[in-house]
């Protein structure tokens, strides 16, 4: 009998906190949250991918906070997994705090870029407990964690340095997910946050630079 697909939702930058001309927008982002909660439940969504800056600032409030935690328990009972890695708004330590906490939630959090790439390697399991994912969960690599500074270096040597860090890195990861495929057919997936090549920024809209 064969196994229906797997269901994979990915979505990224909720921003939530953020503030727009000065206006808390608690409600938008609540309504944002039952929305994606409806979606994963009508389309049976097995695995949700958040790939960076769930929160606005590295400080999140209460609010944002309570908005957060509410949704990650009110879909454990339609998505089986969800994976969620830090973005450059986020603040890694304090997105990873209650990582073993709400691992008995199904919810996977890797807040920073680790030494040991089977820290980023997640093999999800379906009901059965047999791989159906492995994921790749690469967090934002900030520029400290992968690139070694040095005297004299110019503009364009640390942005290769920087580059060269990334691929580096990303390739680390998918090299030990590729060796844990235990059949040819086990889907692997990897996350980022980001720059796309070509992309554009406006003054004053929010958005930082970041690595492509």
Not at 14 to 36: D, P
Not at 133 to 156: F, K, N, Q
């Amino acid at each position: 009998m064969n196994k229906p697909p797997l269901r994979v939702l990915h979505t990224s930058d909720w921003h939530i906190g953020r503030t727009l001309y000065g206006r808390k927008r608690y409600e938008s982002f609540a309504a944002f949250l039952l929305w994606l909660g409806e979606t994963i439940r009508e389309e049976r969504v097995d695995v949700l991918v958040v790939a960076g800056d769930v929160f606005d600032t590295s400080a999140p409030s209460n609010r944002s906070q309570e908005l957060y935690y509410r949704f990650l328990c009110r879909i454990r009972e339609h998505c089986r997994h969800v994976v969620i890695v830090a973005g450059n708004h986020d603040s890694p330590s304090f997105l990873a705090a209650p990582k073993e906490l709400l691992r008995a939630l199904n919810v996977h959090v890797i807040g920073a870029m680790s030494d040991d790439p089977a820290e980023e390697t997640l093999v999800l399991r379906g009901r059965d407990g047999e791989p159906e994912l492995i994921v790749c969960a690469v967090p934002y690599l900030r520029d400290r964690d992968i690139r070694t500074s040095e005297a004299g270096e110019s503009l364009e040597d640390k942005e290769a340095k920087l580059l060269e860090g990334i691929r580096r890195h990303y390739a680390a990861v998918c090299a030990l997910a590729a060796s844990e495929r235990s059949r040819p057919d086990l889907p692997l997936l990897a996350t980022g946050h980001l720059f796309a090549a070509g992309g554009l920024t406006q003054e004053g809209d929010g958005v930082r630079q970041l690595y492509v």
